[in-house]
């Protein structure tokens, strides 16, 4: 059974960290190109860091450059999205994705995705 799961959520002032992580069941994630996509409340989905770890690319929308890290642990079987410098609009429910990245073009649409975790909340208070 595959399954992602995101976690390290949780309520932040302005100005604080959080560390997102995905870790991955069933699957390699080493083997994936793993999205984080966040949805606030009241907004569409909308994609944020992207990790290809075979090749050690990554890319950010515009809103996480400078902000927001994706790494990735591949003993750990695990993804992280570090995110500094939280402002009230970093405010979200967090998801990560995982696609093949045989198929992928550049990681920044939902339906590239094939595997989605249930997402982690994060609060940002001003």
């Known amino acids: 059974d595959v399954q992602l799961q995101a976690s390290g959520g949780g309520s932040v002032q302005a100005g604080g960290s959080l560390r997102l992580s995905c870790v991955g069941y069933g699957l390699t994630l080493d083997d994936f190109g793993i999205g984080w996509f966040r949805q606030a409340p009241g907004m569409e989905r909308e994609w944020v860091s992207y990790i290809e770890s075979r090749v050690i690319s990554t890319s950010y929308a515009d809103s996480a450059k400078g902000q927001f890290t994706i790494s990735s642990d591949i003993d750990k079987n695990t993804v992280y999205l570090q995110m500094d410098s939280l402002r009230p609009e970093d405010t979200a429910v967090y998801y990560c994705?995982?696609?093949?990245?045989?198929?992928?073009?550049?990681?920044?649409?939902?339906?590239?995705?094939?595997?989605w975790g249930k997402g982690t909340l994060v609060t940002v208070s001003s």
């Open positions: 994705a995982a696609a093949n990245p045989w198929t992928i073009v550049a990681g920044q649409e939902e339906h590239e995705y094939e595997y």
